[in-house]
């Protein structure tokens, strides 16, 4: 079982460039999250999406899309890609059936740089 | 606004016991969660708080009181693996985790 899986491990994009991060997880939850993680700042959520068909937007959402067309894929796009967005991308997901502790389990991460 | 606040950095010797502390001030309470990440690594899920007191797992025990908005960490018997970033995560009324900045703990020999 490999858990959650996040392609590319690293990546360097000119800027106004076109990407897309993909993750893939095989534990059949139902939330599935995007984070960006900053020195000095704590993670940060993009997107999440709670079932499949559903995405709803985070904390810092600006030039960022997802889409969930299943349960186990949830790739995130950067249309037109800046410096600021130079950072470590996480996936993560979740069971999400409802109350209790509702464990977050995160990716290797991906790593990009915009120059 | 919400705040998780965490030190930096923390220094230990291997062998003892370091209590790495975490206040926040978020719009709810849906329970607290410690995570370890190893540099260049993912977070994992160490320990899970939604009622006060300790939980202990272990080497490492978690202690919350919701009055005072205020969580610990509690590493026993430290060793070289556990040098990393510690996250203290609270899960707010719109079920989202708001994470602090790490403290990132250095353990010397």
């Known amino acids: 079982i490999a858990g959650i899986t996040q392609a590319p491990t690293s990546q360097i994009l000119a800027a106004g460039r076109r990407m897309t991060l993909r993750c893939t997880q095989d534990?059949?939850?139902?939330?599935m999250y995007w984070y960006r993680q900053d020195l000095g700042l704590g993670l940060r959520l993009i997107h999440y999406s709670n079932t499949a068909g559903t995405t709803g937007k985070g904390e810092v959402p600006d030039g960022y899309s997802v889409s969930r067309a299943n349960t186990d894929d949830f790739p995130l796009t950067l249309a037109s890609a800046v410096p600021s967005q130079t950072s470590v991308y996480f996936c993560a997901s979740s069971e999400a059936v409802g109350g209790g502790e509702d464990t977050q389990y995160f990716g290797p991460g991906t790593r990009l740089t915009v120059l | 606004g919400q705040n998780i606040d965490q030190p930096t950095e923390m220094t230990a010797t291997e062998g003892a016991i370091v209590q790495i502390n975490c206040t926040y001030q978020t719009s709810g309470f849906n329970g607290l969660f410690w995570y370890q990440q190893h540099a260049g690594e993912a977070p994992t899920f160490l320990s899970y708080?939604?009622l006060d007191g300790l939980e202990e797992k272990g080497r490492f025990s978690s202690f919350l009181s919701r009055s005072k908005g205020y969580s610990y960490l509690l590493l026993k018997e430290l060793q070289m693996k556990d040098s990393a970033s510690y996250l203290c995560?609270?899960?707010?009324?719109?079920?989202?985790?708001?994470w602090g900045a790490g403290t990132k703990l250095i353990i010397k020999p």
């Open positions: 708080n939604v």
């Open positions: 534990m059949r939850h139902n939330a």
């Open positions: 995560a609270v899960r707010d009324s719109n079920y989202q985790l708001i």
